[in-house]
Nanobody, 115 residues
Framework: VQLQASGGGSVQAGGSLRLSCEAS????????IGWYRQDPGKQRDWVAT???????NYADSVKGRFTISTDNAKNTVYLQMNRLKPEDTAVYYC??????????WGKGTQVTVSS
Protein backbone atom coordinates (compact mmCIF):
# COMPACT_ATOMS: atom_id res chain seq x y z
CA VAL A 1 0.00 0.00 0.00
CA GLN A 2 1.39 3.35 -1.01
CA LEU A 3 0.17 6.90 -0.97
CA GLN A 4 1.98 9.63 -2.84
CA ALA A 5 1.09 13.27 -2.29
CA SER A 6 2.16 15.92 -4.75
CA GLY A 7 1.27 19.37 -5.99
CA GLY A 8 2.64 21.52 -3.21
CA GLY A 9 4.48 24.74 -3.87
CA SER A 10 4.78 28.40 -3.04
CA VAL A 11 2.01 30.88 -3.75
CA GLN A 12 0.97 34.32 -2.63
CA ALA A 13 -1.99 34.83 -0.36
CA GLY A 14 -5.22 34.59 -2.32
CA GLY A 15 -3.78 32.08 -4.76
CA SER A 16 -4.67 28.47 -5.42
CA LEU A 17 -3.01 25.08 -5.45
CA ARG A 18 -4.28 21.59 -6.17
CA LEU A 19 -2.78 18.71 -4.25
CA SER A 20 -2.98 15.14 -5.50
CA CYS A 21 -2.81 11.92 -3.55
CA GLU A 22 -2.25 8.87 -5.72
CA ALA A 23 -2.86 5.53 -4.08
CA SER A 24 -1.81 2.02 -4.97
CA UNK A 25 -2.28 -1.35 -3.36
CA UNK A 26 -5.94 -1.11 -2.44
CA UNK A 27 -9.28 -0.38 -4.00
CA UNK A 28 -9.72 3.32 -3.69
CA UNK A 29 -13.47 3.26 -3.46
CA UNK A 30 -13.28 1.09 -0.32
CA UNK A 31 -11.32 3.51 1.84
CA UNK A 32 -11.77 6.89 3.44
CA ILE A 33 -9.13 9.36 2.32
CA GLY A 34 -8.13 12.32 4.40
CA TRP A 35 -5.85 15.30 4.12
CA TYR A 36 -3.93 16.55 7.14
CA ARG A 37 -1.34 19.29 7.61
CA GLN A 38 1.46 19.92 10.01
CA ASP A 39 3.67 22.85 10.90
CA PRO A 40 7.11 22.02 12.30
CA GLY A 41 6.89 21.50 16.05
CA LYS A 42 3.10 21.32 16.02
CA GLN A 43 0.61 18.50 15.92
CA ARG A 44 -0.78 17.20 12.69
CA ASP A 45 -4.21 18.70 12.06
CA TRP A 46 -7.06 17.22 10.08
CA VAL A 47 -8.11 19.21 7.01
CA ALA A 48 -10.66 17.22 5.03
CA THR A 49 -12.00 13.73 4.44
CA UNK A 50 -13.94 11.93 1.73
CA UNK A 51 -15.66 8.67 2.64
CA UNK A 52 -16.14 5.65 0.35
CA UNK A 53 -19.69 6.84 -0.16
CA UNK A 54 -18.51 10.24 -1.31
CA UNK A 55 -19.40 12.24 1.78
CA UNK A 56 -17.00 15.10 2.37
CA ASN A 57 -16.13 16.88 5.59
CA TYR A 58 -13.90 19.86 6.24
CA ALA A 59 -12.21 21.56 9.12
CA ASP A 60 -13.82 24.89 9.91
CA SER A 61 -10.59 26.70 9.02
CA VAL A 62 -10.78 25.57 5.37
CA LYS A 63 -14.53 25.22 4.81
CA GLY A 64 -15.61 27.15 1.75
CA ARG A 65 -12.04 27.46 0.44
CA PHE A 66 -10.87 23.86 0.03
CA THR A 67 -12.56 21.06 -1.90
CA ILE A 68 -11.71 17.38 -1.67
CA SER A 69 -12.61 15.16 -4.60
CA THR A 70 -11.82 11.74 -5.98
CA ASP A 71 -11.09 10.14 -9.31
CA ASN A 72 -11.58 6.44 -8.68
CA ALA A 73 -10.41 5.52 -12.17
CA LYS A 74 -7.05 7.11 -11.39
CA ASN A 75 -7.01 6.07 -7.73
CA THR A 76 -6.36 9.70 -6.92
CA VAL A 77 -7.80 12.15 -4.41
CA TYR A 78 -7.43 15.88 -4.94
CA LEU A 79 -7.46 18.80 -2.57
CA GLN A 80 -8.28 22.01 -4.40
CA MET A 81 -7.17 24.91 -2.23
CA ASN A 82 -8.44 28.37 -3.11
CA ARG A 83 -8.07 31.76 -1.41
CA LEU A 84 -4.99 30.51 0.36
CA LYS A 85 -3.82 32.27 3.50
CA PRO A 86 -0.38 32.40 5.14
CA GLU A 87 -1.76 30.27 7.96
CA ASP A 88 -2.36 27.48 5.44
CA THR A 89 1.41 27.06 5.20
CA ALA A 90 2.30 23.52 6.27
CA VAL A 91 3.35 20.12 5.07
CA TYR A 92 0.24 18.39 3.75
CA TYR A 93 -0.25 14.64 4.11
CA CYS A 94 -2.87 12.29 2.80
CA UNK A 95 -3.97 9.17 4.60
CA UNK A 96 -6.20 6.22 3.94
CA UNK A 97 -8.33 4.33 6.43
CA UNK A 98 -9.65 0.96 5.32
CA UNK A 99 -12.88 -0.72 6.39
CA UNK A 100 -10.82 -2.72 8.91
CA UNK A 101 -9.45 0.56 10.29
CA UNK A 102 -5.94 0.07 8.98
CA UNK A 103 -4.38 3.49 8.49
CA UNK A 104 -1.77 4.40 5.92
CA TRP A 105 0.13 7.65 5.47
CA GLY A 106 1.93 9.05 2.49
CA LYS A 107 4.90 11.40 2.44
CA GLY A 108 3.94 15.02 2.69
CA THR A 109 4.08 17.87 0.25
CA GLN A 110 5.05 21.38 1.31
CA VAL A 111 2.66 24.28 0.82
CA THR A 112 3.97 27.78 1.48
CA VAL A 113 1.71 30.82 1.30
CA SER A 114 3.35 34.22 1.47
CA SER A 115 1.59 37.41 2.47
Amino acid sequence: VQLQASGGGSVQAGGSLRLSCEASGFTFSDVAIGWYRQDPGKQRDWVATVTPGGTTNYADSVKGRFTISTDNAKNTVYLQMNRLKPEDTAVYYCNAVTSSLMTYWGKGTQVTVSS
